[in-house]
């Protein structure tokens, strides 16, 4: 055996017995639990990006108030929306579930339950704290504005101090013939 081919084989050895010392020291070592579902950063470090779960009917406060015992199922199709689930076996239930996870925002979850007697809404089974259209929307906003708000319109006092606006010139007509003549698009005969 040549003196090139005992130092490739002593080179395969030692890199062999490298990576069994590696593996090794990998059982040894504590566990770190870099992507724990419950905790906001990985390592501490860095927040990953959390995917907006919205599941369900939106429900307001606005919304059950027009809803009255009595009603056709079609009606309350029309004032809340399709029920989320509908059971085979429970004709007579709809129930209206909604729940949204959203990063920066308290996770919100809700469920309404409707009972008919044949065609016609007997029961309303629904939490008493629903929110408004406005509580929701800022129950769920999560770009706070920094700052006060910016004012939007203009006192009387401001409109006088403006420069009157300057006139415009009128206009010059429009020419009133073809500028550019094209070729026909059927051959002449």
Known sequence: M????????????TAAAA??????????????D????????VLGLVQPYR?????GNVVTKEQMERLKPGMARAQVRDTIGSPLLTDVFHEARWDYV??????????????IQLTFDGDVLAKIDAPEDLPSENEFIAAIDTAKAKGPLP??????????????PVKQAAATPE???????????????
């Open 2 to 13: 040549s003196l090139n081919s005992q130092i490739a084989l002593l080179a395969r050895w």
């Open 19 to 32: 990576g069994l010392v590696a593996l090794g020291a990998c059982s040894q070592m504590p566990k770190l």
């Open 34 to 41: 870099v992507f724990s579902v419950s905790g906001d950063k």
């Open 51 to 55: 995917v907006e779960i919205v599941q």
């Open 98 to 111: 909604f729940t949204i996870r959203r990063q920066g925002a308290a996770p919100q979850s809700r469920r």
């Open 151 to 164: 004012k939007l319109e203009m006192t009387e006092a401001e409109r006088k101090a403006l420069p009157p």
């Open 175 to 189: 020419p009133t013939g073809p500028i550019r003549e094209y070729p026909p698009l059927e051959a002449r005969r």
